[in-house]
């Protein structure tokens, strides 16, 4: 594999030049349109949708910013004296954008929801034109961002999500079908540009000036991303044999480049190559201690080797198998590294910190193991409670937090000390842990201790059927979603990178956890071989 990515890397550096080149003219072009867009409402907030979903819109934030400060001042988009159809289009798109950048603002969802209700064209499933479809997808894409509380965004984005399902079965050679069936089913709220963008690129289309430029510019970004990331998984490939873990610890998964997915989809800004890097290390032994406690250490064992991390002592682990003996070292000198590198860049020691999160994690995976090895079920409160720490989640949020040093004060940092964690965390781990557990309680070939949420429901509600247990899990993760909306969307002290960071990773789950037969990982396989363009790399992904 080193071979092949060096290869690529040294046949790509003869064409850099004239690709900066031409992806700073891009730049510049768009820039000044964006400064020129007049008073276009609508073509501004176009513009800026397709940026996002491009993932270039970190090169216009300045330009952006100022966009959107006007779009908030402007009034209700809708008119009543005509039927709301592009009304509806532009004051979803724009509450979308706006919300996203933290605006605190009124729903559009009470008058959006009656233009709906009111309008016997709509009510009647006949929905022809552009501005009927537009103006339903964007609604539809809205309500994903709604708050607890919001029910009438929720009903607009259920009766628009019901038009729209009921329209597409109807009109399969309409070339509009695709696109709506893609947004019914990958939102863009809940979807990864990383991997999203290629697919809108294929079908964002236009004749206007900045529309051809910004697919030019997209293309060069992928283009650059995509080396990018060959270097990135080249020098996680080397870290990983370098390390020598799957020597002695034979049993734990060896699935580097899978590690590195979780970085790569959720820190998508090309300059945080280091961070990427760094967190995947933290990554990979949240993998690698799972699999010891989860099939292959004594009961016995465990319970030294989480006292052994509670106390952080490498000179009295005599008591510890070598294997463990192993992993500890490598717990201690990557802990170490990391936080020496957080020290010199950011002026903040994490070690206390970081110790302390793999010691709550390690406590977690201790009780599950005494559960299940004895046979005991608890209750669904006191699994999920359990469960968001074990979900290994605040564990690397809280190393993703130091590594990208950003917003790092006093009060945050308490944050990540406290027994009770921040709900931008808490929520985030939460959607995976009953992610992961929907997955496994499909996944047939599961092996170890292990129990899930869908269990301990069941258990408490005698005679209900497994899909009963599913749709509640799928109804606690809707509501989940909620909680992790309105604190990434209000006023929190977090960084943007470490806000969009938690976004990402519950964007990323999915992916990884859904053992059906849409989001097996053999979905992930093939957005990475979108991404790169190569099946040897996506295959790497699951054969380690």
């Known amino acids: 594999m080193a071979f092949i990515l060096q290869a690529h890397s040294a046949s790509s550096k003869s064409q850099t030049g004239d690709l900066h080149v031409r992806h700073e003219e891009k730049l510049k072009e768009l820039k000044e349109t964006l400064a020129n867009s007049g008073e276009d409402q609508l073509q501004q907030l176009v513009m800026v949708d397709a940026m996002q979903r491009l993932g270039v819109a970190y090169y216009f934030q300045e330009e952006i910013d100022a966009i959107l400060e006007k779009q908030y001042t402007r009034s209700s988009a809708y008119n009543d004296n005509d039927d709301g159809n592009h009304q509806l289009l532009e004051a979803s798109l724009r509450f979308r954008l706006l919300r996203q950048q933290g605006f605190l603002l009124v729903t559009p969802d009470a008058e959006a929801c009656n233009k709906i209700k009111n309008n016997e064209k709509l009510k009647s499933g006949l929905i022809a034109g552009d501005e ?7 609604l539809c894409e809205a309500s994903h961002l709604s708050f607890h509380g919001e029910e009438t965004l929720d009903e607009a984005g259920k ?5 729209l399902t009921a329209w597409v079965p109807n009109n399969l050679k309409d070339h509009r079908a695709t696109l709506v069936a893609h947004t019914l089913e990958h939102p863009y709220h809940k979807s990864l540009t990383r991997f999203m963008a290629k697919n809108f690129l294929n079908n ?6 900045w529309v051809c430029s910004l697919r030019e510019l997209a293309n060069l970004e992928f283009n650059m991303v995509e080396s990018i990331i060959r270097n990135e998984i080249l020098q996680v490939s080397r870290w990983w044999k370098e390390l020598g873990m799957t020597k002695e610890l034979k049993f734990v998964r060896d699935q580097p480049i899978k590690w590195y997915t979780w970085p790569m989809a959720s820190l998508v800004d090309p300059r945080l190559s280091d961070e990427r890097i760094e967190l995947t290390k933290a990554i990979s032994l949240v993998y690698i201690i799972d699999d010891i406690f989860d099939v292959h250490g004594t009961l016995d064992e465990l319970i030294h080797f989480t006292a052994a991390v509670a106390r952080w002592d490498t000179d009295t682990n005599d008591e510890l198998p070598n294997y463990m003996k192993t992993c500890f070292k490598a717990l201690n000198e990557i802990t170490n590294d990391i936080s020496e590198s957080v020290y010199e860049k950011h002026g903040w020691n994490p070690i206390e910190t970081l110790r302390e999160s793999w010691a709550r994690l390690c406590k977690a995976f201790l009780v599950e193991a005494e559960w299940f090895r004895h046979g005991q079920l608890p209750n669904s409160e006191d699994y999920l409670k359990n469960g968001i720490i074990s979900s290994g989640v605040p564990a690397v949020l809280t190393h993703a937090f130091f590594i990208l ?3 790092m004060t006093k009060e945050t940092i308490d944050l990540f000390n406290n027994i009770n964690l921040p709900s931008i965390v808490s929520s985030t781990a939460t959607i995976l842990r009953l992610w992961d557990d929907f997955g496994s309680a499909m996944d047939e070939e599961q092996n170890g201790y292990d129990g899930s949420y869908i269990q301990c429901y069941m258990k408490e509600h005698p005679g209900s059927l497994v899909e009963e247990a599913q749709a509640y899990v799928i109804r606690k993760i809707s509501d989940e979603w909620k909680y992790l909306n309105q604190e990434c969307f209000s006023c929190n002290p977090f960084s943007e990178s470490f806000t969009q960071l938690a976004l990402n990773v519950s964007r990323m789950v999915p992916m990884m956890y859904d053992y059906n037969a ?7 396989e093939e957005n990475m ?8 790399l996506a295959k790497g992904i699951t054969h380690g």
């Open 405 to 407: 040093g950003q917003g």
């Open 159 to 163: 009766l628009s999500r019901q038009l």
């Open 518 to 524: 849409h989001h097996r990982l053999p979905s992930l």
């Open 132 to 138: 009927d479809i537009k103006g339903l997808v964007e």
């Open 204 to 209: 964002f289309q236009g004749q206007e000036k």
């Open 529 to 536: 071989k979108s991404l790169l363009l190569d099946s040897f």
